[in-house]
């Protein structure tokens, strides 16, 4: 009876960790078709919450392991390629008389595709480095300071996020001097709240 609990208590965790880490790059991606204004920078609104979703992947493989974590990943971009493509779709359809928001939707919800695809890109990619960093850290160095393992993986996914963000998204609209200045303030915000997500990844136990 207790083993059956045991079971049921690792498997609510593990959906509830997948959710989260969905609903994480959905929103943000969603977000990242706003660009802000921050201390004269131009900032994608996914940048603030989208950092979670690293920590949220440590904790993924934490419970379902590195294999699953991958195809979380990749199942995760398929479902956020597929929202902008949806959403551009049904901003086509002509709307009834009596609804008054249709350009409010086709402006919010028909997002530029190339910050889209850049957004997606850049997170599928820095995921599955993060992946590849946790796993090694893990396996080659130890399964101790859980903490350090979030900061490493992090401190080298958040970067190629970055620069393939910045790179897709404005590069050629944009003077370079900004793109730097973007990636630099970008990298400061994200790894900022990947610090205070820290110990999230203690949430979880290691699967065995």
Known sequence: MDTAKEEY????????????????QMISNIASVKIANVLTLAVDGGTFL??????????A???????????????????????????YIISQIPADASWQFNE?????LSPVLRISIA????STLSELVDTE??????????????????????AFSIPVDNLVFVIIAFW???PFDALV???????????????????MIYLVKDKN
Not at 50 to 59: G, Q, S
Not at 74 to 85: E, G, M, R, T, W
Not at 135 to 152: A, D, G, M
């Open 119 to 122: 957004s997606i890109l850049g």
């Open 133 to 154: 960093i946790y796993h090694l850290f893990v396996t080659k160095i130890t399964k101790k300071y859980q903490w350090l393992r979030v900061l490493i993986s992090n």
């Open 61 to 87: 493989h934490k419970t379902i392991g590195k294999k699953n974590t991958q195809k979380l990943i990749i199942v995760s971009a398929i479902i956020n390629i597929f929202s902008p493509i949806y959403f």
């Open 9 to 24: 208590n690792i498997s609510f965790i593990s959906i509830l960790v997948i959710c989260s880490y969905i609903a994480c």
């Open 50 to 59: 989208y950092p979670l979703a690293f920590t949220i992947r440590d904790m």
């Open 172 to 174: 050629g609209a944009l």
């Open 181 to 199: 200045g973007i990636f630099i303030f970008n990298f400061i915000v994200k790894y900022a709240v990947t610090v205070i997500s820290v110990p």
């Open 104 to 108: 409010a939707f086709k402006a919010t």
